[in-house]
C-alpha cells in the first residue's frame, strides 16, 4: 500500500520534454532507492580512444546511471575490479585484459552478451558497436525497472539494419513531415552537426548499423570535392555510435562532371566511379555502401545503353569492392502504363525486371524490395520478388515516414503492417519461405540482407514531427534486429522508455497505438484497395478518383457497377502466378483470397458478398464508420492520461488526436460519399448522406460569403462550401438554429490552405462564443504536405466542447481571409454528448 503511494508521489514528478531524447531519456525512476543493491559503482569501458562506440558506451552508461538513479558513477578505462562494476568492451579486448572467459557465448557480427549478477554486470560485444548495442539493452532494462539477472547473448538476424533518409542537398526533405535536414542545407553540408550524433544515438540505441544520408532521387553535386569532405564530417559525427553512413547516387553523375557518357560498360566511367568511390573512402574510410535508385521514376539508369540492371548494379559493386562496401539496388522499377489494356499491371513490374536477372548480380549487390508489388499502401500482399530471387541477397524497404499513412497528423503504429509481410509464407518450393527468413539469408544461404527503413527525420524537435510516430522509428530498429519479436511488446517497451512506468499511460497507449493500423485502413481504404488518397498531389487526404485515369498504374478500376483488379491469370494480369503455386493458388480463387485482400486480386460487383457475409459497397460503408469512430476514442483514452504525461508532451498529442479525430471524419464522408454517389446503392444502416447534427454553410444565410464547388466534390458535405467574395472581404453566415436547447460540442469544418491565415469568430446572438485561426499547416504546426485548395488534404475540423444554445438562438460566423485563404467554411454540427456526425 505505502509502495503504491509513494509510486503515485513519483510519478507526479514528471519533467518537461521536447521529444529531443526520445526513448533514450534515462528519466529518474521512481522508488529506485530500493534498487541500490543492483547498481554498480564503477564503469570499465576497454577502451581509450574518445571515437570508439566502447568509449561511447561508458559515457551512456554514465549518463544512465546518473540519470535514472541519481547516482554518480567513475569511468575507468583499465582493469578494475569486477565486483560491483559494469565491464564493457570487445570479447576480444576482455579476454585480453580479464583472461578467458569461462563458457564463450556465440557471438555473430554485431552480436553482444550481457550479464547481471546483482552489480556485476559484464557486457561484451563481438566487435565495437556491438558493445554499445549491449550497453543500450542493459540501460532500457533498467529505465523500465527490470532489475532481473541476466546472462545471454543477442545476436541481430541479418547484417544490414540500415535507415534511409530522403534528404535533399538543399535542405529539404521528400516524404518527411518533421522539419528540414539534419545534413544538408543549401547544396552542402550543415557546419553544425550535433543532432546527426544526436540521430545516431537514437539508431544505436536499438541496432541501426547504416544509413542513407541522402534522397534516392539523389543530385550529383553531392559528389563534388566540397561535399565529399562534408561527407566525411557527417561520418565523423555519427562513428562514435557505430552507424556507418553510405550515399544515394545519381546514374548519371559522370555526364554531369563532363564525361559524354555514362553507360555502365564504357571505361571512362567505370574509371570515374573507381575515381569518386576512392575520393569518398578516403574521407569515409568505413563507408557503408551506395544506394541506387536507377531506371525509375524518371532516374537514369542502365537501360539507357540497353544495360542490364544487373550490369548497373555490379558498376559500383566493382568499385567498392575493394573497400568492403555494398550495393543496395532498389527494385522499384516500373514503367507508365496504359489502363485501357485490362492486362497491365505495375505490380508485376518488379518481378518482370529482376527475375530474369537473378544469379547475375555482384555477391556485395543487395536488390532492396519494399514490402509490397506497388508503393507502402496501407495493405498490400507481399512483394512476390522475395520469393523469385535466389542467387541474389534481398532486404526488405519499409516506411517508417508516414507518406500514405496520415503524415504523423494521424497516429498509426506500422509493426502490425509490416509483420503481414515480415512473418508471410512464400512457400518456395512448398517449403517453409518465411520473409523475415528471406532477408535474414537463411531460407537461400545468401551472404547478405536486411531490411533498409525511410525514416525521414528532420530538425523538429520530435525527430519525426510528432511524438507518438516515434514508436515507429523505435520498432523498425527492434525489429531489423530480431523481426520475429511481437510489436505489442516492442510498443510497451518503447511507452515505458519514453513516458514512464504507468499502468494507466501503458494500457492506454498500447490500445491506441494497437488499434491505429487496422482504425486507419478501414476510413482509408479497405480490402485490399490501397489507400485511397490522393497519388497524384500531396498523398495525404482522400481523393480516389485519383487512382485511375492515369499511368501510374495504382488502379482500382471502379466503375458504376464494379471494382477491383483482376490479378488472376485466368482472366487477368497474371500477377497472382508470380507467386509460388500454393499462394498462387489461393490468391486465384476468390473463394480461398482473404477478405482484406479481395479487390487487390479480383474485380467484383460492389454487391459481392464476403466471407463475413457483408456485401462489398456495405463493408467500405461500415468500415468507414467504425474507423473514424474508434480514431475518436484515441482522444477520450488519451485525455484520461493528463497530469499523469508532463504538460509538453500531452498538448503536443492531444492536438493531434484532436485533428485526427476531425480527419477521420473527412475520409470517411469523402470515401464513403464517392462510393455511394458512383454506385448509387444506398447505405443499409443510412448513414451516408444524412447528417442530421449538421448545418451546411451554403445553406445559412450569407453576406460577403458565396457558394462554392469543392473538387473533388466528395471532400465537402454536400459538395459545397463556402468562400469569401475576394480574399479582402470579411464574410459573414448565420443561420437560426432550430435544435433543442442543451449543451452541445460545437464542430466547425473549415479548410486550412497554405498560403494564408484566416481567422473565424463564432457569435451566438452576438455574443462572440469562439475564435480560431486557420494556422495549422502555415506555421507547421502538423507538418503533412500542405494543399492550395480546398479538398480533402485541406479539409479540417475543430471542435468547442461546451457549447449551450437555445432553440431560436441566432448562430453566427465571421471569416476574415488571410492571403490565398477565402476563410472556407463547409458545415458546423452542434452533436449531444455521444453523437458523432
Ligand atoms: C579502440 O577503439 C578504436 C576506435 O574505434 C579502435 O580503432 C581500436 O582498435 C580500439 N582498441 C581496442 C583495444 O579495442
Ligand atoms: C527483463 O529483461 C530481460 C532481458 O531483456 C527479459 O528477458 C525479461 O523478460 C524482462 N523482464 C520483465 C519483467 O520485463
Ligand atoms: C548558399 O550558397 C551560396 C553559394 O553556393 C551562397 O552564395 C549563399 O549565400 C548561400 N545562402 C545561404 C542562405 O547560406
Ligand atoms: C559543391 O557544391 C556546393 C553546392 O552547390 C557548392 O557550394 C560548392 O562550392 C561546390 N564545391 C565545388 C568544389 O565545386
Ligand atoms: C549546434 O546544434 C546544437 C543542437 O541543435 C545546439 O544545441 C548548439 O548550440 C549548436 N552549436 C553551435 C555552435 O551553433
Ligand atoms: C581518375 O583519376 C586519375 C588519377 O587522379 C586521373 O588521371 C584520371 O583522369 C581520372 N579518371 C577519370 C575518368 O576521371
Ligand atoms: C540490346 O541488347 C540485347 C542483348 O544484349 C540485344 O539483343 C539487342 O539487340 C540490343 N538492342 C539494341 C537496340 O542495341
Ligand atoms: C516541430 O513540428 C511541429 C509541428 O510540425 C511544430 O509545431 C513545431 O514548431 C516544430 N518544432 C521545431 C523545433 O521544428
Ligand atoms: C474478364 O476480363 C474482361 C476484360 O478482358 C472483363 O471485362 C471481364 O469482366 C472479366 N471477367 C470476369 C469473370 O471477371
Ligand atoms: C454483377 O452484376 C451484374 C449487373 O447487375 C450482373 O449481371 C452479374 O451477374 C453480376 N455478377 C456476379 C458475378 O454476380
Ligand atoms: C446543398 O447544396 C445545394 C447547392 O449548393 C443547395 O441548393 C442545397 O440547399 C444544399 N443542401 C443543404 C442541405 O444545405
Ligand atoms: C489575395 O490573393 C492573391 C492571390 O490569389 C494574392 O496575390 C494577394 O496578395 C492576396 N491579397 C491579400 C490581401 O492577401
Not at 489502363?339 to 532492396?368: H, T, Y
Not at 478501414?522 to 490522393?534: A, M, P, V, W
Not at 479539409?795 to 472556407?824: N, Q, Y
Request: glycine share 8%.
Amino acid at each position: 500500500m505505502i509502495r503504491a503511494l509513494l509510486f503515485q508521489v513519483f510519478l507526479g514528478l514528471v519533467a518537461a520534454d521536447n521529444g529531443l531524447s526520445a526513448w533514450v531519456r534515462y528519466a529518474p525512476l521512481a522508488n529506485s532507492h530500493h534498487f541500490h543493491y543492483a547498481i554498480p559503482s564503477k564503469i570499465v569501458a576497454l577502451n581509450t580512444t574518445e571515437t570508439s562506440p566502447v568509449y561511447t558506451a561508458g559515457q551512456e552508461l554514465q549518463d544512465g546511471l546518473q540519470g535514472i538513479f541519481g547516482k554518480q558513477v567513475t569511468v575507468e578505462h583499465a582493469k578494475c575490479p569486477a565486483a560491483s562494476s559494469v565491464v564493457i568492451g570487445t570479447v576480444d579486448e576482455y579476454t585480453k585484459v580479464y583472461g578467458k572467459l569461462q563458457n564463450s557465448p556465440e557471438l555473430v557480427e554485431d552480436g553482444f552478451w550481457l550479464s547481471t549478477k546483482g552489480s556485476e554486470v559484464q557486457i561484451l560485444g563481438q566487435n565495437e558497436r556491438a558493445a554499445l548495442y549491449g550497453a543500450f539493452e542493459y540501460l532500457s532494462m533498467l529505465a523500465q525497472g527490470n532489475f532481473s539477472q541476466v546472462a545471454y547473448a543477442s545476436n541481430p538476424s541479418a547484417p544490414i539494419r540500415w535507415i534511409n533518409q530522403w534528404d535533399n542537398m538543399d535542405g529539404s526533405i521528400e516524404r518527411g513531415y518533421g522539419g528540414q535536414s539534419i545534413f544538408f542545407s543549401n547544396g552542402t553540408i550543415v557546419q553544425n552537426l550535433t543532432r546527426a550524433t544526436e540521430y545516431a544515438r537514437l539508431l544505436a540505441s536499438v541496432g541501426i548499423n547504416g544509413i542513407i544520408v541522402n534522397n534516392v532521387n539523389a543530385n550529383s553535386s553531392l559528389l563534388n570535392e566540397t561535399n565529399i569532405i562534408g561527407l566525411g564530417r557527417i561520418a565523423d559525427a555519427m562513428r562514435p555510435y557505430g552507424v556507418r553512413i553510405g550515399i544515394s547516387l545519381d546514374f548519371a553523375s559522370p555526364m554531369e562532371y563532363g564525361l559524354p557518357t555514362f553507360d555502365p560498360l564504357d571505361p571512362s566511367v567505370i574509371e570515374w566511379w573507381t575515381n569518386k568511390t576512392e575520393a569518398l573512402y578516403q574521407q569515409v574510410p568505413d563507408m557503408a555502401g551506395y544506394l541506387v535508385k536507377a531506371d525509375s521514376e524518371g532516374q537514369p539508369g542502365p537501360l539507357t545503353y540497353n544495360r542490364t540492371l544487373a550490369q548497373g548494379g555490379n558498376l559500383f559493386a566493382k568499385a567498392l569492392q575493394p573497400y568492403g562496401g555494398i550495393v543496395m539496388f532498389r527494385a522499384f522499377v516500373y514503367n507508365q502504363l496504359n489502363e485501357s489494356d485490362w492486362r497491365a499491371d505495375r505490380a508485376n513490374a518488379a518481378v518482370d525486371f529482376f527475375k530474369p536477372l537473378d544469379g547475375e548480380f555482384d555477391d556485395n549487390v543487395v536488390v532492396q524490395i519494399k514490402y509490397g508489388p506497388i508503393d507502402f499502401q496501407v495493405r498490400e500482399p507481399t512483394s512476390p520478388l522475395f520469393a523469385n530471387l535466389h542467387k541474389t541477397s534481398t532486404a526488405i524497404e519499409l516506411e517508417i515516414t508516414q507518406e500514405y499513412l496520415g503524415q504523423q497528423c494521424h497516429l498509426v503504429y506500422l509493426p502490425p503492417l509490416w509483420k503481414t509481410v515480415l512473418d508471410f509464407d512464400l512457400r518456395v518450393d512448398n517449403k517453409s519461405s518465411i520473409v523475415r527468413n528471406i532477408i535474414s539469408g537463411q531460407r537461400f544461404n545468401r551472404p547478405l540482407g536486411g531490411s533498409a527503413g525511410v525514416a525521414n527525420v528532420g530538425t523538429n524537435t520530435t525527430w519525426l514531427g510528432s511524438i507518438l510516430s516515434q514508436s515507429n522509428l523505435y520498432a523498425y530498429g527492434r525489429l531489423a534486429w530480431q523481426p520475429a519479436q511481437d510489436p505489442e511488446s516492442i510498443l510497451q517497451d518503447w511507452i515505458r522508455l519514453t513516458f514512464g512506468l504507468d499502468t494507466n499511460v501503458l494500457n492506454a497507449i498500447t490500445q491506441m497505438s494497437m488499434e491505429s493500423w487496422p482504425a486507419y485502413e478501414n476510413y482509408s481504404g479497405n480490402l485490399g484497395i490501397q489507400t485511397l488518397t490522393d497519388i497524384l498531389y500531396t498523398h495525404y487526404g482522400p481523393n480516389p478518383q485519383s487512382q485511375d485515369g492515369n499511368g501510374w498504374g495504382q488502379w482500382t478500376r471502379a466503375d458504376h457497377l464494379t471494382i477491383g483488379m483482376d490479378r488472376t491469370v485466368t482472366n487477368g494480369t497474371g500477377f497472382s502466378g508470380q507467386y509460388p503455386p500454393e499462394v498462387a493458388s489461393m490468391y486465384e480463387d476468390i473463394a480461398t483470397t482473404p477478405d482484406n485482400l479481395l479487390l487487390w486480386f479480383h474485380h467484383v460487383n460492389y454487391t459481392h458478398p464476403l466471407h463475413s457475409g457483408e456485401t462489398v459497397i456495405q463493408h467500405f460503408y461500415n468500415a468507414h464508420y467504425s474507423g473514424a469512430l474508434t480514431a475518436q476514442t484515441f482522444l477520450q483514452l488519451w485525455q484520461t492520461l493528463k497530469g499523469k504525461i508532463d504538460p509538453e508532451r500531452y498538448e503536443e498529442v492531444l492536438f493531434r488526436l484532436t485533428y485526427q479525430a476531425g480527419h477521420s471524419i473527412v475520409w470517411r464522408d469523402a470515401i464513403t460519399n464517392f462510393y455511394n454517389n458512383l454506385s448509387g446503392i444506398p447505405d443499409e444502416a443510412q448513414r451516408v448522406g444524412h447528417h442530421p447534427w449538421r448545418i451546411e454553410a451554403e445553406s445559412m444565410t450569407l453576406s460577403g460569403y458565396m457558394p462554392y464547388a469543392v473538387s473533388p466534390f466528395e471532400t465537402a458535405s454536400n459538395y459545397t462550401a463556402i468562400v469569401t467574395t475576394s480574399n479582402t472581404t470579411v464574410g459573414t453566415a448565420s443561420t437560426v438554429l432550430a435544435y433543442p436547447s442543451g449543451t452541445y460540442d460545437l464542430a466547425v469544418n473549415f479548410y486550412d490552405l497554405y498560403g494564408g491565415i484566416s481567422e473565424y469568430k463564432i457569435y451566438i446572438n452576438d455574443k462572440q462564443t469562439a475564435a480560431f485561426s486557420a494556422d495549422y499547416v502555415d506555421v507547421a504546426r502538423l507538418g503533412h504536405t500542405p494543399s492550395i485548395y480546398l479538398d480533402g488534404h485541406s479539409a479540417t475540423r475543430i471542435t468547442f466542447p461546451g457549447v449551450k444554445v437555445a432553440k431560436g438562438d441566432t448562430f453566427k460566423i465571421v471569416g476574415t481571409p488571410g492571403g490565398i485563404e477565402p476563410a472556407p467554411l463547409d458545415y458546423v454540427a452542434f452533436l449531444p454528448a455521444g453523437v458523432v456526425d
